[in-house]
């Protein structure tokens, strides 16, 4: 149920190959598996139990158990806090291998998983450890006859379901919130990359959760997926992916009338107006698409650029692209850019890329395959210029290094260019009159909007989209509103 595996920077460690049911680790009913690739070598790391419709139900059952067990159940705010900060403290122990996994898994840099990903789960999960005590109803006046109250219960069964991109933030993401309120929880791994999550779920045990209050399942979408949204046991999903997917989980959750919180795909804008600060607009313009391999759903994709200073700006986009993005082993302290997650996904961003240079734009860098010493799904950093609205780079999202850039004339056409997508996650724009800046904000059709900076993300405040990038918020105290109901009780004090 546990191999011992060493990573290339020389760590060793045991990693969970199996379900992870009522505290402990089983096998798939039909010892079916799922082989996990290192997409930089594009070797087999390991393989996993992939799980079938009968271990969904036997998760969701452990998870409904536990739900109403006084292990679980009777715990007060301020001890489920406790465990949560137990994990927290747990998690930040094992920083080393969790982003030691992370980085051969993934494919994003060691340093990145190191000092980014693995501190972001540790300060969601002590931020909604905080919540746990804190969450309460109210005291309604409604005159002497009536002693009115709410209060907030949890939901149930929450099935969670993360992404590739980003697997130890978006399990945290969705975890805090839901334990802190009280809930139980089965989190459905992604397939392509589900091994540091399994790692975690020895973690929980060891900070003390009973068993079946989170239950972790590796398995295909189709399969584990869709019987975790259609369960009758399950009370709410939570997912974040692509938006095909996310109208298809709508679809099966609408069944058992579920509550679902959905996180999906965006084509964010960002605009550069003609007093800039150019230096700036180009650092932020390129960390927010190319971190992460460009694998982000906020990512700035669509970059609108004053037809002033267009050339200008180019330019030093460009430079910073050539000076920033290097590309090479995750392991190595000075590779930026990592590989796409998976041969389909590197395929998929590729077409996109050549769909760009058949349409017209002009590739100004990239457009290539990247292969370290002969392996790996690496792509070059790509930037197209003279991109138009109509092109399939500036409509669709491609979730990989490429960007698209834009010119535009007068503040109304940038607004215009920025809404003109069925998305609406994130957005940026960078300018020095911040009376013009406050403005443009509101006239963006996003969920968040970063000024003078781009996906400068926090834990404590919220996130999430509008359109066709999802429903609902997760992070701050907006993301505790997913995971609990408030019941309202009516006293009647003349009776």
Same mark, same amino acid.
């Given at each position: 149920?546990?191999? #011992?595996?060493?990573?290339?920077?020389?760590?060793?460690?045991? =990693?969970?190959?199996?379900?992870?049911?009522?505290?402990?680790?089983?096998?798939?009913?039909?010892?079916?598996?799922?082989?996990?690739?290192?997409?930089?070598?594009? #070797?087999?790391?390991?393989?996993?139990?992939?799980?079938?419709?009968?271990?969904?139900?036997?998760?969701?059952?452990?998870?409904?158990?536990?739900?109403?067990?006084?292990?679980?159940?009777?715990?007060?705010?301020?001890?489920?806090? +406790?465990?949560?900060?137990?994990?927290?403290?747990?998690?930040?122990?094992? @920083?080393?291998?969790?982003?030691?996994?992370?980085?051969?898994?993934?494919?994003?840099?060691?340093?990145?998983?190191?000092? !980014?990903?693995? &501190?972001?789960?540790?300060?969601?999960?002590? $931020?909604?450890? *905080? $919540?746990?005590?804190?969450?309460?109803?109210?005291?309604?006046?409604?005159?002497?006859?009536?002693?009115?109250?709410?209060?907030?219960?949890?939901?149930?069964?929450? *099935?969670?379901?993360?992404?590739?991109?980003?697997?130890?933030?978006?399990?945290?993401?969705?975890?805090? &919130?839901?334990?802190?309120?009280?809930?139980?929880?089965?989190?459905?791994? +992604?397939?392509?990359?589900?091994?540091?999550?399994? $790692?975690?779920?020895?973690?929980?045990?060891?900070?003390?959760?009973?068993?079946?209050?989170?239950?972790?399942?590796?398995?295909?979408?189709?399969?584990?997926?869709?019987?975790?949204?259609?369960? &009758?046991?399950?009370?709410?999903?939570?997912?974040?992916?692509?938006?095909?997917?996310?109208?298809?989980?709508?679809?099966? +959750?609408?069944?058992?009338?579920?509550?679902?919180?959905? !996180?999906?795909?965006?084509?964010?804008?960002?605009?550069?107006?003609?007093?800039?600060?150019?230096?700036?607009?180009?650092?932020?313009?390129?960390?927010?698409?190319?971190?992460?391999?460009?694998?982000?759903?906020?990512?700035?994709?669509?970059?609108?650029?004053? !037809?002033?200073?267009?050339?200008?700006?180019?330019?030093?986009?460009?430079?910073?692209? =050539? #000076?920033?993005?290097?590309?090479?082993?995750?392991?190595?302290?000075?590779?930026? =850019?990592? &590989?796409?997650?998976?041969?389909?996904?590197?395929?998929?961003?590729?077409?996109?890329?050549?769909?760009?240079?058949?349409?017209?734009?002009?590739?100004?860098?990239?457009?290539?395959? +990247?292969?370290?010493?002969?392996?790996?799904?690496?792509?070059?950093?790509?930037?197209? @210029?003279?991109?138009?609205?109509?092109?399939?780079?500036? =409509?669709?999202?491609?979730?990989?290094?490429?960007?698209?850039?834009?010119?535009?004339?007068? #503040?109304?056409?940038?607004?215009?260019?920025?809404?003109?997508? @069925? $998305?609406?996650?994130?957005?940026?724009?960078?300018?020095?009159?911040?009376?013009?800046?406050?403005?443009?904000?509101?006239?963006?059709? @996003?969920?968040?909007?970063?000024?003078?900076?781009?996906?400068?993300?926090?834990?404590?405040?919220?996130?999430?989209?509008?359109?066709?990038?999802?429903?609902?918020?997760?992070? *701050?105290?907006?993301?505790?509103?997913?995971?609990?109901?408030?019941?309202?009780?009516?006293?009647?004090?003349?009776?």
């Amino acid at each position: 149920m546990e191999v #011992e595996l060493t990573a290339p920077n020389g760590k060793k460690w045991t =990693q969970p190959l199996g379900l992870f049911i009522n505290n402990e680790f089983v096998k798939s009913s039909n010892d079916s598996k799922i082989f996990s690739i290192n997409p930089a070598t594009e #070797e087999e790391i390991c393989s996993v139990f992939a799980a079938t419709p009968d271990d969904v139900d036997l998760a969701v059952n452990a998870a409904r158990k536990a739900f109403k067990d006084a292990s679980w159940k009777s715990l007060s705010g301020t001890e489920r806090g +406790a465990l949560m900060s137990k994990l927290a403290d747990l998690v930040a122990e094992n @920083a080393e291998t969790l982003a030691t996994i992370e980085c051969l898994d993934n494919g994003k840099p060691y340093a990145t998983a190191l000092s !980014e990903n693995v &501190p972001e789960v540790v300060n969601v999960l002590r $931020y909604y450890a *905080g $919540y746990a005590d804190k969450n309460f109803g109210q005291v309604i006046d409604v005159g002497p006859a009536k002693f009115a109250y709410t209060v907030k219960e949890p939901l149930g069964v929450c *099935g969670q379901i993360i992404p590739w991109n980003y697997p130890l933030d978006m399990a945290a993401w969705k975890l805090g &919130p839901a334990l802190c309120c009280g809930n139980t929880v089965v989190l459905k791994l +992604a397939e392509q990359t589900p091994l540091s999550m399994l $790692y975690v779920a020895k973690l929980i045990k060891e900070a003390g959760f009973p068993p079946g209050v989170v239950n972790v399942i590796n398995g295909y979408g189709r399969e584990a997926g869709a019987a975790l949204v259609q369960h &009758p046991k399950v009370d709410k999903i939570a997912f974040t992916g692509s938006t095909a997917t996310g109208k298809e989980i709508m679809k099966m +959750a609408a069944g058992t009338m579920k509550n679902i919180t959905l !996180e999906t795909g965006g084509k964010s804008p960002l605009i550069v107006f003609e007093d800039a600060d150019l230096e700036l607009a180009a650092t932020w313009s390129h960390g927010g698409i190319m971190s992460n391999q460009g694998q982000i759903c906020t990512a700035t994709s669509r970059i609108l650029v004053h !037809e002033a200073i267009y050339d200008s700006f180019v330019e030093k986009f460009k430079a910073k692209v =050539q #000076e920033i993005s290097v590309i090479g082993d995750p392991f190595e302290e000075s590779t930026f =850019q990592g &590989p796409q997650v998976t041969k389909a996904q590197y395929e998929r961003v590729l077409g996109f890329i050549k769909a760009g240079k058949e349409e017209g734009a002009t590739l100004m860098l990239g457009g290539e395959p +990247a292969p370290q010493q002969g392996k790996g799904f690496f792509i070059a950093p790509t930037v197209f @210029a003279n991109v138009k609205p109509t092109m399939k780079i500036f =409509q669709e999202e491609i979730f990989g290094p490429c960007v698209a850039l834009v010119s535009f004339k007068t #503040e109304e056409e940038a607004v215009e260019l920025a809404n003109d997508s @069925a $998305y609406g996650l994130g957005a940026a724009l960078f300018t020095k009159d911040l009376v013009r800046a406050h403005r443009v904000a509101r006239e963006i059709e @996003a969920g968040m909007v970063w000024i003078n900076s781009s996906n400068d993300s926090d834990f404590r405040i919220p996130f999430g989209g509008v359109k066709q990038s999802g429903i609902g918020r997760e992070l *701050g105290e907006a993301g505790l509103s997913a995971y609990c109901n408030i019941k309202s009780i009516h006293v009647n004090m003349a009776a």
